[in-house]
């Protein structure tokens, strides 16, 4: 599978992009559990890559991050985070040029219609 997502219930969701190709993912897909989370936003913590090309992530058509060769950087250690995806614009895109392999560590702001533990409803 090209891309993969690995979504925690209160807690990040991990990203796994692997071959050439455009990517497009949005608020929905970091969703843990569709009947409880709705997703406000998203911001990237941290980014893992190895490519023989570029790497591109877009959000709003707006070229966000290009990462060459191969890398990590930890954002989240700076005290810092690249804002992606709201509620305005809730949608971003990787794009992967020749080849290569892209994990990220998304950190969500959520809102629950039900307790994600009890299940009783909220409102």
């Known amino acids: 599978m090209p891309i993969d997502f690995n979504n925690t219930l209160r ?29 406000t936003s998203f911001d990237i913590k941290r980014l893992n890559w190895t490519t023989n090309g570029n790497i591109q992530i877009h959000r709003n058509s707006s070229n966000i991050a290009s990462l060459h060769n191969a890398g990590e950087i930890r954002l989240d250690e700076w005290g810092y985070s690249i804002s992606v995806g709201n509620t305005a614009w809730p949608n971003a895109n990787v794009v992967v040029v020749t080849g290569g392999t892209l994990f990220m560590e998304i950190s969500k702001q959520s809102t629950f219609n039900v307790d994600p533990y009890t299940g009783v409803s909220l409102s």
């Open 11 to 39: 807690g990040t969701s991990i990203i796994r992009i692997e071959g050439a190709g455009t990517y497009v993912f949005s608020n929905n897909d970091l969703r843990a559990s569709p009947n409880t989370e709705s997703i």
